[in-house]
């Protein structure tokens, strides 16, 4: 299958907001967790966007907001014309045959009393992908195409080592021929020679299916290797989005600048290391003006009161600064 060139919007995010209410009781006043707060993007059709942060940062909130495992506090969420935060539930199931996820954790998220078989039969059926005649044939060729054995259909995910469980849980994801598949630090936990095979397992896919990915991570090279266009998030916002190469190049915010600077450098040229001073805030206790302006090297009396314009900076390159590059 030929790949589309990624030129068409596939989803659209505008204004995404998802709240938390924590707290409250007879002396406890109410508060509110801003997770994600007012994030605007797009993704196009075919690449890959990844959305890197440290954690706590919002990033895996944002990836279950989309596909409605949260319902959004505002804004919306638009595939196909349609937007996400408003569908009924016999729309949004339709919806999900086309945007998968793929969690973190492959043990957490397979259920332990279902041989993979009877797992991947059921989102087969519940969509109606194939035949029954069918069915087994092609869960089959599904397994040996995400390099697992026909074997693997009789057994439990206890079986499985855990590079095979983030395989099945790859396979379940691509059993009902998704458009856009969330990868939710899709392999932080697996060992790193394992997480190289799986990286390029879903390259291979991707290729081949024509696929579209929002791959979320903390982790900045696998972020690079993976990637076409990336995102930075920090305290619920987005504060820098570009194109992978000029963003690991020409970084403009302090905090994107800050990240790339702790990454190790195996090369003679060694690029001074940028420490943040302070603590990650609470996001229940978000700051004035620019949220990075505590930890902030660049910080002056404008940032603290004056909440900087998320705009492009350079053609295809967005920050949030006011004194970006």
């Known amino acids: ?140 060729e599904l397994l040996l195409e995400v390099g697992l054995t026909p074997a693997a259909y009789w057994k439990y995910p206890h079986e499985f080592s855990g590079g095979q469980r983030q395989r099945v849980s790859i396979a379940r994801a691509l059993a009902v021929q998704p458009k856009l598949i969330i990868c939710d630090e899709a392999v932080s936990a697996l060992d790193v020679s394992v997480q190289a095979q799986v990286l390029n397992l879903l390259q291979h896919l991707k290729k081949k299916h024509g696929l579209t990915y929002i791959f979320i991570s903390h982790d900045l090279s696998v972020v690079k290797h993976i990637s076409d266009r990336v995102g930075v998030m920090y305290l619920g916002k987005l504060v820098e989005l570009s194109d992978k190469h000029d963003l690991y190049e020409r970084p403009a915010h302090p905090y994107t600048q800050a990240l790339f600077s702790a990454i190790p450098d195996i090369t003679e040229e060694k690029q001074e290391r940028i420490v943040l001073k302070g603590d990650v805030p609470s996001p229940l206790h978000i700051p004035s003006g620019c949220r990075f302006h505590t930890r902030c090297p660049l910080a002056t009396d404008k940032c603290v009161e004056e909440a900087p314009v998320f705009e492009q900076v350079r053609d295809g390159h967005y920050a949030a600064c006011h004194y970006a590059e």
Not at 104 to 120: E, I, K, Y
Request: charged share 30%.
């Open 1 to 140: 299958m030929d790949v589309k060139q990624p030129n068409k919007i596939l989803l659209e995010v505008n204004g995404l907001k998802k709240y938390f209410s924590t707290g409250g009781g007879m002396l406890k006043k109410k508060q509110q967790v801003k997770a994600v707060d007012d994030m605007t993007f797009t993704v196009k059709e075919g690449e890959t966007l990844g959305i890197v942060g440290e954690s706590g940062c919002g990033k895996s909130t944002m990836g279950r907001t989309l596909l409605r495992l949260q319902h959004p506090t505002a804004g919306e969420v638009i595939y196909n014309g349609q937007d996400i935060a408003k569908l009924k539930n016999k729309d949004l199931r339709k919806l999900r045959k086309d945007i998968q996820i793929i969690f973190q954790d492959p043990f957490g998220s397979l259920n332990p009393r279902m041989t993979v078989g009877a797992m991947l039969s059921e989102i087969v059926r519940t969509h109606d992908i194939v035949s029954k005649k069918e069915e087994k044939k092609y869960l089959e």
